[in-house]
């Protein structure tokens, strides 16, 4: 056969901007791969069967859970996880996203176990819109909607996206 | 909640796909997944090999002819809801697909998961198996002998079942236009926002050239062990779109179907639901294809 | 200025970390521990007749296999029954694993040890066990219709039955005007934190000593228990409570068999063990609340002001009961609500069943008693055909009755004696913030638009912070850092923030410096725990007494510094300053290196505190008789009792009478927990309670079938609020300081929660009219109750139908 059939595979990826590489078990999930072969500890695993949203990370761009995922299905793409929302100052410190400022000045997080998802998927959901467009609902219920948390009822976070939102409108 | 051991492959072709389902016993087709990994870190299926098909190109195309939408094996449900350059064309001329798709779970599930690979799931609380049947829709088979085409009613024989055995690739599904004259709706209702629906319902309403219904038909979400797409023309045909009668069309709906009761809903609260959502669903439709019925 | 923080709504210092993906929950602990994963019986009451792991020991990658057999000493022993009570008759308590029998589907049976989880998974599937089955008990009545018993030895089921009164009930009742009696359910939910349970344990051969660290609310405890069923010294055993992603009771109950198996198997297998629970496990092996059968008879007048309350209650405690019968007491007891009941008689028979165990979830037994209080204030105020407010405000305890009491006896074995509170005031704040006298005009719109619209309201007062105590220590570096622990542990209620503000305006330092660590047991050993709304007020107060106690010795050295008498002396901003005289100031870091003479200098600063540099005294010691190195005081807060908060909440529904779907379109809240700390967690508290109160009545349910299977353990069908199903919730403050603790703050934790079911049944029946008796309600059991004929209709809706409006 001129396919290969594995149990094993090593796998290359972009990690927030960095090349990594892993040997992995072909049932290895994206979310224990990155947390236990690759050290990002910052996606959580919070059902482990899709539905709270703990462990979405961007894969090329898009939200998606890390649990639904196979570890080798993502050879060759771009992970982006909430270690790699903030950016360097250049000065070797960083400069937080608009979405993790606006978490802390909104009181968007209580235990923070929930927050790593909430974050990536806002920061994608804010940053792949117009900017000076105005914020509906509708699209805040995008971004927050499929994610679940259990200490905040939710109203904060709402709050932070619009927060967020008004940031990015005002340093564009 | 981790998966049992498997074996992987993702094979750059269809034939390569082909190759290893039909050498690998116990060999399971991986598209998004979203469906399928949940099965295997609760260890509900264990298969032996995973076919990874997320390689094989040209699956991602969505093509909208007079005929209808196909829809290939990796598009994502996302991708109908704006992402794919064909969205537009397909929501023009068969906006069931994007009504229904935005029912579909979450965002995140929705940016991973694929049309096919829900109709191949065959999971009667899926929205796309109900739109598929609603449509009177057909799926493309690959296999070691050749591509089939198999409609749906041949598709769905149980609860998470197909007709499909031995080595095979669902490669598309194809839903025919909406009809001349016609108009489409779909509504859920769901516990929770982005839940499997408690019951959901889709209809197509038909007109003739006097704006009179000449047809009606409906299919449903969680309700029944298979998709299943409804005749409801006897409640309303003849009548004028603008007087026609859509309890009664629900109330035909009701006496029609089967449903089961569960946790979330009992089998008569469903029954309840069919006749609400039909009605509600045909009102809405009949608006759409009076519209695009010229006076 | 850093002097007016108390009372602020400073921004958290935990959310740097947290916002980076930084934070340290437990399965972020030991990359490289083996894995721990268990064989839970699948049935829910069985005998085990034998484990056979042979097909296990093929495993590449396997470690150990334990089951009873291997457990030695204390081990081999019964878990703790925690909370002893002379009122708990028949107590029990299962084992670290199974031992021939099991009493709930989840319970541990087999732990196995692997190089990883995927590993250890493989082998627990090969593990065959086999059972016997026993008859499954499953629901209060089931338990008390006794027909098949959980525990041999306790054919009744009943673990406990307990009964408080203030009088002789009976007579009161049969002299009263009117009475009414009735039966209502509510039903099981679980705290269900976003992490669920973990242990890691790192055994240290060399020293003989042991580090676990858990996902606990109660570290200091845990450590006891592993000290005391390992049967290691105390000082041998440290425990750490990292940061925890939600606990809400679930991780007071302790010790959990896997806080004992985890630390048990890295000392004899010299590895890092770490157990990080799934969430299936989660659902079937940690504990859940709530259920009970309550019969209610009451007594009242023509006004609607009550004459007798009595209250027969069946609670769930489920297959064990580790944590005694504090939800029972707290149902009990926190029944009564901010209202006068002359004549109050309750039992509380606490029932076995073949379930998880039931141990406090938030709120912990109040919205039980609250949903037994209020809705018979609704069913008083639907017999006399008065406004559920009118009876409500009739029965309230007024602002000049305080201390109130109630002639109970709490949680906490002391007497329920309200503190303090102004409940009339809470009822009108409520009324005009839900707009409770416009709900009619509403009514009518609503219906206009086909929509059934109803309001409900429900008032609670919450026992809050009860002892025994909790301390806090507060130490000033050299380097002007100021470090404060407490023993304690924090789930996300902002402890870092809230206690360095404390800290900050008692010493007068800025929050910047401040450093808080809780739940560490090198740090602070001796601690009860979270739980109760407690951390605020208990650790809150010790914090603040330690830093007072700081603030006394730094002024005392800095007076002998500065020439001046202490009570001329102010801190503000981290520097000692005599009052009203600029320039004569040292700063507090300075006075902590001069607090503590050296020997050595290792540093720029310490060369100050040299014995060659200080200006000693030479006919005194260095460090004076009875005082201490270090600037840095160590001190506990022992309340004599709870204190007492208490609010309002209110909600507004309509529901679609041909879906018969919920919606929550106003959801109102009036809080009072005393002096607030920092406004803006308790907000978050609030609202978060809210959402776990919302989620309690329309959609959660622990749903087991006849068999003792859970049907819905996963987030797809235990359904768990989203974003979409959580209402807006509108919120209005009142502040009566509590007199009893230094700070005069009241416990914010569980509020939230609380009136939730009450407020909601409230409301539903409201709009459709049929008597709400069993809570939660969804769409497809509304449906069933208002087309069952014998559903009983309210009287007020009896009225509105004689006066043609919609029912």
């Known amino acids: 056969m001129t396919v290969s059939v594995d149990t094993e595979r090593t796998i290359r990826l972009t990690v927030n901007g960095v090349p990594r590489e892993a040997t992995v078990p072909v049932r290895r999930l994206l979310s224990d791969a990155l947390r236990h072969d690759l050290g990002l500890t910052g996606t959580h695993v919070g059902c482990e069967h899709g539905v709270c949203g703990a462990c979405t990370v961007l894969v090329d761009g898009a939200p998606v859970r890390s649990c639904l995922l196979l570890a080798v299905q993502v050879d060759g793409a771009e992970v982006r996880t909430v270690e790699g929302l903030a950016r360097d100052d250049g000065r070797g410190g960083q400069v937080l996203h608009p979405v993790q400022e606006a978490f802390r000045e909104c009181h968007a997080l209580q235990c923070g176990f929930c927050t790593p998802g909430f974050l990536v998927t806002i920061a994608a959901g804010l940053e792949g819109r117009e900017a000076s467009a105005e914020l509906t609902d509708e699209e805040i219920d995008e971004m927050v909607g499929g994610n679940l948390c259990r200490c905040t009822g939710y109203a904060s976070i709402e709050k932070a996206v619009r927060h967020a939102a008004a940031t990015m409108r005002d340093v564009q | 909640m981790k998966p049992a051991p498997f074996r992987y492959a993702d094979p750059g072709s269809l034939e390569e796909a082909l190759e290893v389902l039909s050498a690998e016993e116990g060999a399971k087709v991986l598209a998004g997944g979203q469906s399928l990994l949940p099965l295997l870190s609760m260890r509900l299926a264990a298969p032996a090999t995973l076919v990874d098909i997320n390689r094989v190109p040209g699956l991602d195309t969505v093509e909208a002819t007079g005929d209808g939408v196909r829809v290939g094996a990796l598009v994502r449900h996302n991708s109908l809801l704006g992402g794919h350059p064909q969205a537009m064309a397909a929501a023009r001329v068969q906006p069931l697909l994007a009504r229904a798709t935005a029912n579909v779970a979450h965002p995140a599930i929705r940016n991973r998961g694929t049309t096919v690979g829900s109709i191949a799931h065959a999971d009667p609380s899926g929205e796309m198996t109900s739109v598929l049947a609603l449509t009177d829709g057909s799926v493309t088979v690959a296999t070691p002998s050749g591509m089939e085409t198999v409609g749906w009613r041949d598709l769905f024989v149980g609860p998470l079942e197909t007709s499909l055995s031995g080595p095979a690739v669902v490669t598309s599904a194809f839903f025919p236009a909406l009809p001349d004259r016609s108009g489409a709706a779909f509504a859920e209702v769901a516990r929770r926002k982005g839940d499997y629906a408690v019951c959901g319902a889709g209809v197509v309403v038909t007109l003739d050239e006097d704006r009179r219904v000449t047809a009606v038909r409906a299919s449903y979400v969680s309700v029944g062990l298979t998709p299943e797409a409804h005749d409801l023309t006897d409640a309303v045909g003849g009548r004028s779109v603008e007087k026609a009668d859509w309890a009664a069309a629900g109330a035909l709906a009701r006496t029609l179907v089967d449903p089961d009761g569960d946790l979330h809903a009992s089998a008569d609260y469903r029954r309840l639901l069919v006749g609400v959502l039909t009605e509600r669903t045909l009102a809405s439709a009949a608006v759409e294809a009076a519209e695009r019925t010229p006076a | ?807």
């Open chain 3, 1 to 807: 200025m850093t002097t007016k923080l108390f009372g602020e709504p400073v921004r958290r210092r935990e959310d740097a970390r947290l916002i980076t993906g930084r934070g340290r929950y437990l399965d972020d602990i030991g990359p490289g521990a083996l894995a721990a994963a268990f064989v839970r019986s699948p049935h829910a009451h069985a005998r085990i007749a034998d484990i056979d792991v042979d097909a296990a020991l093929d495993v590449e990658g396997l470690v150990a296999i334990y089951t009873y057999e291997d457990l030695t000493g204390p081990m081999a022993e019964p878990l703790p029954v925690l909370i002893p009570h002379p009122q708990l008759h028949a107590p029990r308590t299962g084992y670290p694993l199974a031992n021939g029998e099991v009493n709930h589907v989840g319970e541990p049976v087999v732990m196995v040890v692997a190089i990883d989880r995927y590993v250890a998974e493989d082998a627990a599937e090969r593990i065959l066990v086999g059972y016997e089955e026993l008859p499954a008990v499953i629901g209060v009545d089931a338990a008390s219709a006794a027909t098949a018993a959980v525990h041999g030895d306790v054919p009744d089921n009943v673990a406990a039955r307990h009964h408080q009164e203030t009088g002789d009930v009976e007579p009161a009742l049969a002299a009263s005007p009117h009475t009414l009696s009735f039966t209502q359910y509510i039903e099981r939910s679980a705290g269900m934190p976003m992490e669920g349970r973990g242990v890691h344990a790192r055994w240290d051969a060399d020293d003989g000593s042991l580090r676990v660290y858990t996902s606990t609310q109660a570290s200091t405890s845990v450590r006891a228990a592993i000290a005391a069923k390992l049967e290691l010294s105390l000082d041998e055993v440290e425990v750490v409570a990292p940061d925890v992603g939600g606990g809400f009771g679930v991780k007071i109950m302790h010790p959990w068999p896997e806080e004992l198996l985890v630390p048990m198997a890295a000392i004899a297998l010299g590895a890092e063990v770490k157990w990080a629970e799934d969430r299936r496990e989660h659902f079937i092996s940690s504990a859940h609340e709530r259920q009970q059968k309550q019969e209610i008879t009451v007594g009242f007048d023509d006004e609607g002001r009550l004459t007798a309350l009595d209250a027969h209650i069946w609670h769930d405690n489920g297959a064990y009961t580790p944590y005694g019968i504090i939800v029972p007491i707290i149902t009990a007891t926190q029944l009564v609500g901010p209202y006068v009941i002359p004549v109050y008689r309750v039992v509380v028979e606490s029932v076995y069943t073949n379930t998880v165990i039931v141990t406090p979830y938030r709120g912990a037994g109040r919205p039980q008693g609250c949903f037994a209080m209020e809705r018979t204030m609704d069913r008083i105020a639907d017999a006399l055909g008065l406004d559920r407010a009118v009876v409500r405000e009739r029965n309230l305890i007024q602002p000049d009755q305080f201390p109130y009491d109630h002639h109970l006896t709490f949680q906490d074995g002391r007497p329920v004696v309200y503190d303090s509170g102004d409940y009339p005031g809470l009822l009108e704040k409520l009324k005009a913030l839900v707009g409770w006298d416009g709900v009619d005009a509403l009514r009518d719109d609503a219906e206009a638009r086909g929509k059934l619209l109803g309001v409900g309201m429900a008032l609670y007062v919450e026992g809050t912070g009860p002892g025994p105590y909790e301390g806090g220590h507060v130490q000033v570096l050299g380097s002007g850092k100021v470090l404060v622990s407490t023993g304690l542990t924090t789930q996300g209620q902002g402890h870092e923030t809230s206690f360095a503000q404390i800290v900050a305006s008692e010493l007068g330092v800025p929050i910047e410096d401040v450093e808080v660590t809780t739940g560490d047991t090198r740090r602070f050993p001796y601690a009860v725990g979270t739980f109760a709304s407690r951390a605020a007020v208990m650790s809150g107060n010790a914090i603040a007494l330690a830093a007072r106690g700081v603030r006394e010795k730094a002024l005392r050295i800095a007076a002998d510094v500065l020439e001046a008498d202490p009570e001329d002396l102010e801190i503000s901003d981290g520097v000692v300053q005599v009052r009203g005289t600029p320039g004569a100031s040292i700063p507090l870091r300075t006075v902590a290196v001069l607090s503590n003479p050296l020997r050595y200098a290792f540093d720029e600063a310490a060369k100050q505190a040299t014995q060659f540099a200080v200006q000693a005294k030479d006919d005194e010691p260095p460090v004076s008789p009875g005082d201490a190195p270090g600037l840095e005081h160590r001190d506990y807060y022992s309340p004599i009792r709870s204190t007492f908060a208490s609010g309002a909440h209110a909600a507004i529904v309509e529901i679609d009478p041909a879906t018969w779907e919920i919606d929550v379109v106003k959801y109102a809240v009036v809080h009072d927990c005393g002096n607030v700390v920092n406004p803006m967690i308790v907000e978050g508290q609030v609202h978060g309670g809210v959402a776990q109160g919302v989620g309690g009545a329309l959609y959660e349910r622990m749903a087991y079938d006849s068999d003792g299977q859970l049907q819905n353990a996963s987030f797809m069908d235990f359904l768990m609020p989203y974003a979409s199903e959580v209402p807006d919730v509108v919120i209005d403050h009142q502040q009566t300081p509590s007199p009893l603790n230094p700070l005069g703050i009241k416990g914010a934790g569980e509020a939230g929660v609380i009136p939730g079911s009450a407020a909601l049944a409230s409301a539903i029946e409201d709009a459709v009219g049929r008597r709400i008796t069993s809570m939660p309600i969804s769409p497809t059991e509304l449906y069933d109750l208002v087309r069952d004929p014998s559903a009983e209709r309210t009287a007020v809706a009896e009225r509105r139908a004689g006066t043609g409006a919609m029912a």
